[in-house]
């Protein structure tokens, strides 16, 4: 049984940084595609970065080169740190997992091709 179990989250001021983590079971770390996603308040779930199968890595645009993903298969553990972090930076912030994505490159950002979720970590940052 696949679990996704995110945490770091929290209240931070403008300007500053967190580190997400998101540990994994029921699987074998670093098959399986991973990703961070988060959901503004009153919008859709938003890609944020993804890492292949392989290690490689996408970022969302509007990031700008903020935010890192990384994983570390020995910690069975997804992470996500953000800098440099905005009010419209706040959102629920979720990781997300799948075995096969197909054309992983085009598609990472769509919340459709990813099969498992954890419960989100709630990311709050003030002016």
């Known amino acids: 049984q696949v679990r996704l179990v995110e945490s770091g989250g929290g209240s931070v001021q403008s300007g500053g940084s967190l580190r997400l983590s998101c540990v994994a079971s029921?699987?074998?770390?670093?098959?399986?595609?991973m990703a961070w996603f988060r959901q503004l308040p009153g919008k859709e779930r938003e890609g944020v970065a993804a890492?292949?199968?392989?290690?490689?890595?996408r970022y969302a645009d509007f990031l700008r080169g903020r935010f890192t993903i990384s994983q570390v298969t020995a910690e069975n553990t997804l992470y996500l740190q953000m800098n440099t972090l905005t009010p419209e930076d706040t959102a629920v912030y979720y990781c997300?997992?799948?075995?096969?994505?197909?054309?992983?490159?085009?598609?990472?950002?769509?919340?459709?091709?990813?099969?498992?979720w954890g419960q989100g970590t709630q990311v709050t940052v003030s002016s």
């Open positions: 997300a997992a799948d075995s096969r994505i197909s054309g992983f490159y085009s598609v990472w950002s769509s919340r459709d091709v990813y099969k498992y």
């Open positions: 029921g699987f074998k770390f670093g098959t399986y595609y």
């Open positions: 890492i292949s199968n392989t290690g490689t890595s």
